[in-house]
């Protein structure tokens, strides 16, 4: 699970009040190219400047990128990575218009609240649950209760 969340605790080295660093990790050819096009009409609404800042091991960069003052002012982040951004103090509240938690579901959200206040909101998550078409199953031959009921079933 990731997401975009904003930078507080005066974290970000901004050298132009007009431009904003997003800090990220690269996707697919398809979810950079949605990226991109984000970016673009954001410059275009806003006039403001995206500057992109690519990690490669967020969970050992940005920490040192906040004790250096260097952090970007939004990023992406992993669920498993939001209590020790949240615990180190360096997350903004999303507040006012455009932060809706009713479009996702309550149980992806809540990776992302604190004492009732939102952080982040979800970009993407993983897959969780499986679906069969049991008609098939029964075609070749196969019991429903052969289905691994856990990952490491599963993955087995």
């Not at 992109?52 to 992993?78: E, L, N, R, S």
């Not at 509240?93 to 952080?119: H, K, M, N, R, W």
């Not at 098939?136 to 490491?152: C, L, M, N, Q, R």
């Amino acid at each position: 699970m990731a997401t975009l969340v904003a930078c507080g605790g005066g974290g970000s080295s901004r050298s132009d009040e007009n431009t904003i660093t997003v800090g990220y990790w690269k996707g697919s050819d398809t979810e950079n190219a949605a990226f991109e096009e984000l970016i673009k009409n954001y410059e275009e609404e806003t006039g403001a400047t995206v500057k992109k800042k690519v990690y490669t091991d967020i969970t050992t960069q940005m920490p040192t990128d906040f004790a250096g003052g260097t952090a970007p002012d939004v990023f992406y982040i992993d669920s498993s990575f939001y209590p020790y951004l949240q615990q180190e103090g360096v997350l903004a509240p999303l507040t006012g218009e455009g932060y809706d938690s009713s479009e996702f579901y309550e149980s992806i959200v809540s990776a992302f609240e604190t004492d009732g206040q939102l952080y982040a909101l979800p970009k993407d998550v993983s897959t969780l649950a499986m679906y069969i078409n049991t008609d098939i199953f029964e075609k070749a031959g196969i019991s429903v209760d052969d289905v691994p009921t856990s990952y490491e079933d599963f993955m087995t």
